[in-house]
């Protein structure tokens, strides 16, 4: 009689807990200054919730203790405090890959040991730099960003005004694995972020289809990339780019490109001199990953569109498009707008879906071009097997897809 007395209280004081930890949830945005345009959020106890689930449903992932855990432990006791949102915000008026977050800290002075000892190097009092990484310790608050803006009074100035905004999570999240929001003065576009078993989704709403038609027609070719955009969806990508760049972006009425890329052969030819002083030509051999494309642009003036490249200084004297660095190549405008591809080896341009994506499958010489990554990233990388994004109306989504394997994303990531 007294263990079932002993069993209600314990189930109250079980559920009592598993809500504190896992639901009750600090919705108080207090790092995102006013003029951010962009905020991501990310639902920390809701990750936790569904790692710790899915935990216990692969036992053979039970054991742990590999050098992937023991770093995750490493940031967890860094001296970070860990928050119910993370908080990651872009600055109206900054390049696109200028991005930011704040971090409030249970420990300085551990935290910037934990710096050190992860080879961030100091660049001044309480800076650390780390590739393209850079951290401001400002009091008992982080800033870290991919470009050094806070580094200066910048970085005080925001952490004296934090707090003084309005922003709430329920603005932002609703109920995802995140959240990315696009702000215009007064106006919030959500796209909800969720993390299922094998891939990411991403969007605004509840699209209708889901493009696997799409899909199941692109992964019949064999090309890296493609896509196919309006104009109204140019604009719409527009925003990721310089201003400058697409002053003439009115004039294009579609874009389609197709690409891939193959690993050859390079002669590199020298030259040297013999034991009796006569030049030798020497030949070596190196492979590269050289990219063939075709990328075609629909204009409703395509001489105004040419001239507008000349203008820009864009095509040079042998007939190149310099905007892109993969040279060479020939442009070419007829009476439905500017064609450019690659010389090396033509690509012939696939049939026409006539709808608005842009699809980017994974090639394993794509990965091994990108030198500056570092292995955990590589790994990453590795495991996503194509990225795809569509819109139709009103309706956006994208789909970060990676290989199907029997543990879900969130255990092997």
Excluded at 19 to 29: A, C, T
Excluded at 31 to 48: G, S
Excluded at 187 to 197: A, G, M, R, W
Excluded at 304 to 328: C, D, H, M, S
Aim: net charge positive; with cysteine; hydrophobic share 35%.
């Amino acid at each position: 009689m007294n263990k079932k007395k002993l069993i209600v209280p314990l189930v109250l004081l079980l559920v009592t807990a598993v809500y504190f930890v896992f639901f009750d949830k600090d919705k108080k945005l207090k790092y995102i200054p006013e003029n951010a345009d962009v905020v991501a959020l990310i639902d920390v106890k809701k990750l936790t919730g569904q790692y710790i689930s899915s935990l216990i449903l692969h036992p053979s992932r039970w054991g742990g203790g590999g050098p992937k855990d023991r770093k995750k432990e490493s940031f967890k006791n860094s001296g970070v405090k860990i928050p119910d949102f993370l908080q990651v915000f872009h600055i109206k008026n900054t390049n696109f890959s200028e991005w930011y977050s704040v971090l409030e800290l249970k420990d300085r002075e551990k935290f910037i040991a934990f710096l050190k000892k992860q080879k961030f190097v100091s660049k001044g009092k309480y800076f650390f730099q780390k590739g393209q990484l850079y951290i401001a310790v400002k009091d008992n608050h982080c800033i870290a960003g991919t470009s050094d803006y806070f580094f200066g009074a910048a970085g005080d100035r925001f952490i004296q005004s934090s707090g003084k905004n309005n922003f709430t999570a329920d603005q932002f999240i609703h109920n995802t694995s995140g959240s990315i929001s696009f702000i215009r003065g007064n106006k919030i576009q959500n796209f909800s972020v969720e993390l299922n078993e094998n891939d990411i989704q991403i969007k605004n709403n509840e699209a209708p289809g889901s493009g696997r038609s799409i899909i199941s027609k692109l992964k019949q070719r064999s090309c890296l990339l493609e896509l196919e955009l309006d104009a109204e969806n140019i604009r719409r990508c527009s925003v990721f780019f310089n201003k400058k760049a697409l002053d003439s972006i009115s004039e294009i009425s579609s874009l389609s490109i197709a690409a891939d890329i193959e690993q050859v052969n390079d002669t590199i030819i020298s030259y040297g001199y013999d034991d009796n002083f006569n030049e030798i030509e020497k030949k070596t051999y190196q492979k590269i990953i050289q990219p063939n494309y075709i990328i075609e642009l629909q204009s409703l003036s395509p001489d105004k569109t040419l001239e507008y490249f000349q203008f820009r200084k864009w095509v040079n004297g042998q007939n190149q498009f310099t905007a892109i660095p993969f040279l060479p190549n020939t442009i070419i405008k007829d009476n439905k707008g500017i064609v450019i591809h690659s010389t090396r080896k033509p690509v012939y341009p696939p049939s026409k879906l006539n709808e608005n994506y842009i699809f980017i499958r994974n090639n394993p010489l794509l990965l091994s071009s990108l030198k500056t990554l570092s292995d955990t990233e590589k790994r990453i990388l590795s495991e996503v097997d194509y990225i795809f994004y569509e819109s139709k109306d009103q309706h956006f989504w994208m789909t970060i897809k990676a290989k199907d394997e029997k543990i879900p994303l969130i255990l092997r990531w």
